[in-house]
């Protein structure tokens, strides 16, 4: 006879958690009015911090052109703003705004509460143990999307 933990193992499909990781994504997306794309680099300045339209692009793997129409329509949103540098002017950097910060910040709520709800029916032991799992399982996502790109 099969343990809980065996058939909570073989139960998870890795495929279906992702595509509702997508879903909630593209959920919070519609609910800022942005594109799912343009929702993907303003993440990426939250959990980064500011940097070049040039390192933004490869963050997030769309051309430079691309890049300038992403931060054009994030920026008449109101939810990044562009800074040069004041020793060189040429350059700049993109810099989500507070703003952003407090409208994603509240899109998540939903999420925050069915997480401690979740989290509420394990252990700290069983919690340490599921964190492992989805780091490990986040830099297996990396290397699998690096072969596809």
């Known amino acids: 006879m ?12 890795f495929r279906e958690f992702t595509f509702w ?10 609910r800022l009015g942005i594109h799912i794309t343009d929702f993907k680099c303003l993440g ?15 963050e997030i ?8 129409t992403i931060i054009d329509r994030l920026e008449k949103a109101g939810y990044v703003r562009r800074k040069r540098d004041s ?19 509240r899109m998540y709520e939903s999420l925050e509460h069915e997480s401690a ?8 032991q069983e919690l340490g143990s599921v964190w492992r799992y989805l780091r490990r399982a986040t830099t297996a996502l990396q290397a ?3 072969a596809l790109v």
Do not use: Y
């Open 21 to 30: 990781v997508v879903r909630h994504q593209q959920a919070v997306a519609d």
């Open 144 to 146: 699998a999307t690096a």
């Open 61 to 68: 793997a769309v051309s430079a052109a691309a890049m300038t």
């Open 87 to 105: 020793n060189d002017r040429r350059s700049l950097t993109v810099h989500a705004t507070e703003q952003s910060r407090r409208q994603v910040t």
């Open 117 to 124: 709800d979740l989290n509420a029916g394990f252990t700290q």
């Open 44 to 58: 990426v300045l939250h959990r980064k911090g500011a940097m070049t339209p040039k390192t933004l692009a490869e």
């Open 2 to 13: 099969r343990s809980n933990a065996a058939r909570d193992v073989e139960d998870f499909d």
